[in-house]
């Protein structure tokens, strides 16, 4: 079945040590997303990719930047993570534009960081 | 720029029965999707029902369906016959067609149904 995949399901990491989430996808969707979710709240958008074009969200911090090297795959980098980004990140990918069957968003199952 | 307005945090229904969650929203846009979520605890998030605001029609999907009025900018969800898993997160969203991805989430819905 056609998804989106995301490793690891849960990731530990150090204050202050960069950590790499990933993404991938087998649905050749041109447009990826990366939403930070914390306990109980809407997911909230950091950015996307239009193919391979970068849109990052206003208020995103520099701390967290992302990597699309090809079609079906997208990484979220998070330079120096604080206890504030503990949370469940979720990737999400849409077909493309034009119509709300391109538009809607497909959501992989999230890794959920630790930050100790 | 969209806002979306989820009013009941948690609701409670018994099996088999009905229940009705609220979503209003504001939006200057006169094309735009609106959508109904669901993230069960600790699993995926998966699209429950979709509404594209131009079609009068209210969608349906199986046991869900939506009663949208356009003028009053609202957009609920109706579930028939709740089951023991459709206990879940249920967040309303929405998006402006053409150029603007960007999917608009009220804040949730916590939906328990109860054996």
């Known amino acids: 079945d056609a998804m989106v995949i995301q490793n690891p399901r849960y990731q530990v990491t150090q204050f202050g040590k960069p950590v790499t989430l990933s993404c991938s996808q087998t649905?050749?969707?041109?447009?990826m997303y990366w939403y930070q979710q914390k306990s109980s709240q809407a997911p909230k958008l950091l950015f996307h990719?239009?193919?391979?074009?970068?849109?990052n969200e206003a208020d995103t911090p520099d701390n967290f930047q992302s990597r699309r090297p090809n079609t079906s795959f997208c990484f979220l980098d998070i330079r120096s993570p604080g206890l504030g980004d503990a949370a469940m990140y979720l990737c999400a990918t849409s077909r493309d534009r034009g119509g709300p069957e391109y538009e809607t968003q497909y959501f992989g199952p999230g890794t959920r960081l630790l930050v100790l | 720029a969209q806002t979306v307005t989820q009013s009941q945090p948690e609701m409670s229904v018994q099996e088999a029965e009905t229940v009705t969650l609220s979503c209003t929203y504001d939006?200057?846009?006169?094309?735009?999707?609106l959508f109904w979520y669901k993230q069960p605890p600790s699993r995926q998030m998966i699209l429950v029902i979709r509404?594209?605001?131009?079609?009068?029609q209210n969608a349906t999907e199986n046991r869900f369906s939506v009663n949208f009025q356009k003028a009053a900018k609202s957009f609920s969800l109706k579930i028939s016959d709740s089951q023991l898993g459709d206990t879940a997160m249920y967040f309303c969203a929405s998006t402006s067609g053409g150029s603007n991805y960007k999917l608009t989430f009220g804040k949730g819905t916590l939906l328990t149904v109860n054996p």
């Open positions: 649905l050749n969707h041109n447009v």
């Open positions: 939006t200057s846009e006169n094309n735009y999707y």
């Open positions: 509404q594209e605001a131009y079609k009068q």
């Open positions: 990719y239009y193919d391979k074009d970068f849109n």
